[in-house]
């Protein structure tokens, strides 16, 4: 019986110690795919990310980096993309911010060696060029209710900041129940002066992480325009979704639009993947929502915008956790024990 799902893809930040090994420990009979990667990597005299992968040990000073954890965490993804389960039909695919590069790849607008090469050159030019940084913060609480006054005054103290001579901030990704907020030094420390901690953890400084999904992004986009050109691109065999929640569909994609919005618009605006799983929710209503590796912090924001969505009557946290111990409808690669069941 065929499973319908709706595959997402990770952004930045999915690479960390506990996934050192991902590619050896999961997928060793891809090594044709695999082998194509590190052909990219090699050519440019960089390290490949069977290298990177198979390294003694993990710092965060290196793997943080948009050069190295950028291809790794492109190889892993598509990886895992390629291992699901033959009774898996996937009806669309989406991702977070830099997931929306994979996405095009799982879904067949570009190919995978092809995305591999967006995502390296994307994550080379962001490193050597480090425009501004993020932060993370939530509006949400521990049980996942909405708190649409919250976020409203959280996005005030963001706009106020921003309007000050000398401070630049910006909303960066709207996830789940976090802001992803992105801006100059003084503004992500001006935002960091004017809330509350919670919890010991926010506000989340983001290692290495530029200004993304903000103007401050313009020269990137625009180098990223002149190195990967539209001749890369080509119609999708699968609906993809993208960073404000609309649908690239087969068949009648507008290739250059697609390549606009790929390296300008979604470079330069904020990625809303809350509403990315919305249009994934309601209009293709899948069995599965299947997030792929390396790491599995992207579960909790799309079960948060499932719950934002009304999802099969999700009002919290709670609710989320009725519907996943009844159906297991959303399935983490890097969970072993939900990775059986989609492999």
């Known amino acids: 019986m065929t499973r319908t799902a709706v595959l997402i893809c990770p952004g930045r930040g999915t690479y960390n110690a506990p996934e050192l090994g991902y590619l050896a420990r999961h997928h060793g009979a891809r090594a044709e795919l695999i082998e194509g990667f590190d052909a990219i990597r090699a050519s440019a005299g960089r390290e490949t990310v069977t290298a990177l992968d198979g390294a003694d040990r993990f710092s965060v000073a290196k793997y943080s980096r948009g050069d190295v954890a950028s291809p790794l965490i492109c190889a892993c993804s598509l990886a895992d993309a390629a291992a699901l389960a033959g009774d898996i039909e996937v009806v669309a695919v989406t991702g977070n911010s830099m997931g929306w590069y994979l996405a095009l790849a799982a879904g067949g607008a570009v190919s995978a060696v092809d995305g591999f090469r967006v995502v390296d050159t994307m994550g080379r ?52 129940g976090m802001l992803v907020l992105a801006g100059d030094e003084p503004g992500l420390k001006a935002f960091e002066a004017a809330v509350p901690a919670i919890g ?115 009002a919290d946290r709670a609710g989320f956790d009725a519907v996943q111990a009844e159906t297991g409808l959303l399935v983490s690669m890097r969970r072993d024990d939900q990775r059986a069941q989609v492999t």
């Open 125 to 176: 030019l962001m490193q050597d060029h480090l425009i501004g940084g993020q932060l993370v913060y939530p509006w949400m609480g521990e049980d996942w209710r909405p708190d649409p006054a919250r976020k409203a005054e959280l996005l005030g103290i963001v706009a106020a900041i921003n309007a000050r001579t000398g401070q630049e901030l910006h909303l960066s990704i709207d996830l789940g």
């Open 200 to 314: 010991g953890r926010f506000p989340m400084r983001l290692a290495n992480h530029a200004a993304f999904h903000t103007a401050m992004q313009a020269p990137v986009a625009e180098l990223g325009r002149a190195a990967l050109p539209v001749s890369l691109f080509g119609q999708p065999r699968v609906p993809m979704i993208d960073g404000r929640g609309g649908t690239w569909w087969p068949g009648s994609t507008d290739v250059d639009a697609l390549w606009r919005y790929t390296f300008d618009t979604q470079v330069c605006e904020p990625y809303d993947f809350t509403a990315a799983i919305r249009t994934a929710a309601r209009e293709f209503a899948p069995d599965l929502f299947i997030v792929t590796g390396p790491g599995g912090t992207l579960g909790g924001a799309v079960a948060q915008s499932l719950v934002l969505a009304g999802w099969r009557g999700m």
